[in-house]
């Protein structure tokens, strides 16, 4: 089993930044890639982006390519989620999710394990 907590979110003006972290434990294997979704009560689960095992390939939602930078810290089995120029359009539920194997995917299938999700709220 592996357990994923996520951390960061929060209330913020449309222009700000948020940050957000989420870190595995547990029976991790020894390579594993991460992405993260967003989910709001109109829409599914949308992916916002993921991270290869290595960190040298990164993968980006359309809607927020430009804007948010994902990384990821394997000393610390952390993957990261810096968000900028906010719009209220990412208002939702942010999902952290671990796959099991080197390579992210935008599909929410594709990830074994999911957080329970931070909230982020962008005012206008």
């Known amino acids: 089993q592996v357990h994923l907590a996520e951390s960061g979110g929060g209330l913020v003006q449309a222009g700000g930044s948020l940050r957000l972290s989420c870190t595995a434990s547990?029976?991790?294997?020894?390579?594993?890639?991460m992405g993260w979704f967003r989910q709001t009560p109109e829409k599914e689960r949308e992916f916002v982006a993921g991270?290869?095992?290595?960190?040298?390939?990164?993968y980006y939602g359309d809607s927020v390519q430009g804007r948010f930078t994902i990384a990821k810290d394997n000393a610390k089995n952390t993957a990261y989620l810096q968000m900028d120029n906010l719009k209220p359009e990412y208002t939702g539920r942010y999902y952290c999710?671990?796959?099991?194997?080197?390579?992210?995917?935008?599909?929410?299938?594709?990830?074994?394990?999911w957080g329970q999700g931070t909230q982020v709220n962008v005012s206008s």
């Open positions: 999710a671990y796959s099991n194997g080197c390579w992210s995917s935008p599909s929410a299938y594709e990830y074994d394990y």
């Open positions: 547990g029976r991790l294997r020894s390579v594993f890639a």
């Open positions: 991270i290869s095992w290595s960190g040298g390939n990164t």
